[in-house]
């Protein structure tokens, strides 16, 4: 089947099939005679693989790793489920901090840009050190 057709079954775009060749987690498939990439059903199946993979949280570089594991056939015991589980503790604490993010945000909109003579608390407290409490994930950036 031809980039456009793998794009269409695996619900991908083209650009995301050549991205994934690029960085080298979609083996070039072989060619036609006339130039055309020709793929197969593996690669239907890795490509939803990639896609889920990313929509769970995983890099692309993880999800490379993943495949190495399993690709041998031989997966060391409890290796992916540990990288899982890995995932979902990430995931927790990305979740925990935009929890963080919400509260203060809330918070800062309590403060109501009422006065015109009076600069707006809003921006007052953006512009102090504690103003706004980010958790440290988000203080970082």
């Given at each position: 089947?031809?980039?456009?057709?793998?794009?269409?079954?695996?619900?991908?775009?083209?650009?995301?099939?050549?991205?994934?060749?690029?960085?080298?987690?979609?083996?070039?498939?072989?060619?036609?005679?006339?130039?055309?990439?020709?793929?197969?059903?593996?690669?239907?199946?890795?490509?939803?693989?990639?896609?889920?993979?990313?929509?769970?949280?995983?890099?692309?570089?993880?999800?490379?790793?993943?495949?190495?594991?399993?690709?041998?056939?031989v997966v060391i015991a409890g290796e992916v489920a540990s990288r899982g589980r890995e995932k979902l503790a990430e995931i927790d604490a990305r979740i925990a901090d935009l929890a963080q993010l919400r509260d203060a945000l809330a918070g800062l909109l309590a403060?109501?840009?009422?006065?015109?003579?009076?600069?707006?608390?809003?921006?007052?407290?953006?512009?102090?050190?504690?103003?706004?409490?980010?958790?440290?994930?988000?203080?970082?950036?």
């Amino acid at each position: 089947m031809n980039i456009a057709e793998l794009a269409e079954r695996a619900g991908v775009k083209v650009s995301t099939l050549r991205f994934y060749e690029r960085r080298g987690v979609l083996p070039a498939p072989p060619r036609t005679s006339s130039g055309y990439r020709d793929f197969d059903e593996e690669d239907v199946v890795r490509v939803r693989y990639l896609r889920r993979g990313q929509q769970l949280g995983f890099t692309l570089a993880e999800l490379g790793e993943l495949t190495a594991l399993t690709g041998s056939r031989v997966v060391i015991a409890g290796e992916v489920a540990s990288r899982g589980r890995e995932k979902l503790a990430e995931i927790d604490a990305r979740i925990a901090d935009l929890a963080q993010l919400r509260d203060a945000l809330a918070g800062l909109l309590a403060l109501q840009c009422t006065d015109p003579d009076e600069p707006c608390p809003i921006i007052s407290a953006l512009g102090t050190e504690t103003g706004l409490e980010l958790p440290a994930a988000a203080a970082a950036h």
